[in-house]
């Protein structure tokens, strides 16, 4: 049997011996709007829940437009022309206008990245700021949450009278889906206040795992961090296995935003009647797969449904590294062991940054065998971070048959975490 695992701008093919038990786990295909643009003008046009932007703005409203980073496939080339058209169309001036990318945690991006992600023509003729989630000075208090989480956000940003969140939703392994108000924390915020979001005691909720909202701790802060913002407009498009737009929702952002969510849901959710031996999955592709922190995400969709003792395998190119920012790395490498790491994170009242990542990739190393395919991380690398290298994905798969036995049960997620699979 061959399957294809999305693989950093293409996709490797991989043969799984006959005669083997296999499922393989993708999301229903939704087609490519037939006119992208003119779906996401439509949405924005005909929101949910309130009027349409160009009768929301005002000509002397300073405008903000979120958009998402270089580490997710959002449309922005297509999504935010149609915004701009929609200002001009209600006589917002250029000036008025700034472009905020939404970094979160990750790294500031460069002037080519910003090309591509807005085209050469949008970079040279608007304000972008992006924001540095550690830079001191640049984030004003906006209120404290319920947990005591002080939410500090980017000061232009809060500065704009009327603001506009972009992006795309997709399950999400820890927050339930991505998109929303993602956008605001951690996109605009802090790092510290992405950190006590992030922290130990909310990573091991129950509920704080793919496609759950409710009851999840990490989901109310940031829908409470929304509420001290009030963003004013929400563009969110869902994409199929090819990154291509399938529907835009657009509106109110709490209405627009359980709109998309339903939708994505009804996609990618896909129910197994038992566990795995052996699964196989991917980081869905590059941007997603473009180092090892995003790619703990495949993992963990994998491990969904991999039986305790079985083994994951993953391939993600890491075009990129571990990456060489943030503390992802140093973590890991100074963990004795998945036990050490877990217990050093949940004992400490000192949080450091990325720990959420390691964290998580603990939990399933802890008590499942993964190996990792890369053509961006040396073998060091990849043993460092608890993981075992795999020279081969068709040769790891005949070793883990052998391990158990012509009766094995092996699933593919041949898209990553743009599935996912349940019990």
Same mark, same amino acid.
């Given at each position: 049997m061959l399957v294809r695992l999305a693989y950093g701008d293409g996709y490797l093919n991989v043969s799984i011996p006959d005669g083997i038990d296999v499922q393989v786990i993708e999301p229903t295909f939704v087609p490519s709007s037939p006119n992208p643009m003119e779906s996401v003008r439509a949405s924005i046009c005909n929101p949910i829940g309130g009027r349409p932007l160009r009768s929301r703005v005002r000509p002397s409203d300073t405008v903000a437009i979120v958009f998402s980073d270089i580490t997710r496939p959002t449309p922005n080339r297509l999504i935010i022309p149609v915004i701009l058209t929609e200002l001009h169309a209600a006589g917002v001036p250029d000036r008025n206008i700034t472009l905020f990318n939404a970094t979160g945690t990750h790294r500031l991006n460069t002037e080519d990245e910003l090309v591509t992600l807005l085209g050469r023509e949008i970079v040279a003729s608007y304000h972008i700021v992006q924001n540095d989630a550690r830079a001191q000075n640049e984030h004003q208090v906006v209120g404290v949450t319920r947990s005591g989480n002080e939410v500090r956000i980017q000061q232009d940003f809060l500065a704009c009278s009327f603001k506009i969140l972009t992006g795309f939703i997709e399950p999400h392994f820890f927050a339930g889906f991505s998109g929303g108000g993602k956008a605001v924390l951690p996109g605009m915020a802090h790092i510290d206040t992405v950190?006590?979001?992030?922290?130990?005691?909310?990573?091991?909720?129950?509920?704080?795992?793919?496609? %759950?909202?409710?009851?999840?701790? &990490?989901?109310?802060?940031?829908?409470?961090?929304?509420?001290?913002?009030?963003?004013?407009?929400?563009?969110?498009? @869902?994409?199929?296995?090819? =990154?291509?737009?399938?529907?835009?929702?657009?509106?109110?952002?709490?209405? $627009?935003?359980?709109?998309?969510?339903?939708?994505?849901?009804?996609?990618?959710?896909? =129910?197994?009647? @038992?566990?795995?031996?052996?699964?196989? %999955?991917?980081?869905?592709?590059?941007?997603?797969?473009?180092?090892?922190?995003?790619?703990?995400?495949?993992?963990?969709?994998?491990?969904?449904? !991999?039986?305790?003792?079985? !083994?994951?395998?993953?391939?993600?190119?890491?075009?990129?590294?571990?990456?060489?920012?943030?503390?992802?790395?140093?973590?890991?490498?100074? $963990?004795?062991?998945?036990?050490?790491?877990?217990?050093?994170?949940?004992?400490?009242?000192? *949080?450091?940054?990325?720990?959420?990542?390691?964290?998580?990739?603990? *939990?399933?190393?802890?008590? !499942?065998?993964?190996?990792?395919?890369?053509?961006?991380?040396?073998?060091?690398? &990849?043993?460092?971070?608890?993981?075992?290298?795999?020279?081969?994905?068709?040769?790891?798969?005949? &070793?883990?048959?052998?391990?158990?036995?012509? @009766? @094995? =049960?092996?699933?593919?997620?041949?898209?990553?975490?743009?599935?996912?699979?349940?019990?």
């Open positions: 950190m006590r979001n992030h922290n130990a005691r909310n990573i091991d909720s129950p509920h704080a795992k793919w496609a %759950t909202l409710d009851d999840n701790p &990490i989901r109310a802060e940031i829908d409470e961090a929304v509420a001290m913002v009030r963003p004013d407009f929400l563009v969110n498009v @869902a994409l199929n296995r090819d =990154k291509q737009i399938t529907r835009s929702f657009a509106g109110d952002v709490a209405d $627009a935003y359980a709109a998309g969510t339903k939708y994505v849901r009804e996609c990618a959710m896909q =129910k197994v009647h @038992a566990p795995f031996d052996i699964v196989l %999955t991917s980081n869905s592709g590059y941007p997603l797969d473009q180092n090892l922190y995003q790619s703990v995400k495949g993992i963990s969709a994998a491990a969904r449904v !991999t039986r305790p003792g079985g !083994t994951i395998i993953v391939a993600a190119e890491c075009r990129e590294g571990v990456p060489d920012h943030g503390s992802f790395g140093r973590l890991l490498s100074e $963990a004795g062991s998945a036990e050490e790491l877990l217990a050093h994170v949940r004992a400490s009242e000192t *949080m450091i940054d990325d720990q959420w990542q390691a964290q998580i990739l603990a *939990m399933i190393v802890n008590s !499942t065998d993964v190996f990792f395919y890369s053509d961006g991380l040396s073998t060091s690398q &990849i043993s460092l971070a608890m993981l075992h290298p795999c020279a081969s994905i068709e040769a790891q798969v005949r &070793i883990s048959l052998e391990k158990y036995g012509p @009766a @094995a =049960k092996v699933c593919v997620l041949p898209e990553g975490p743009q599935t996912v699979p349940y019990l």
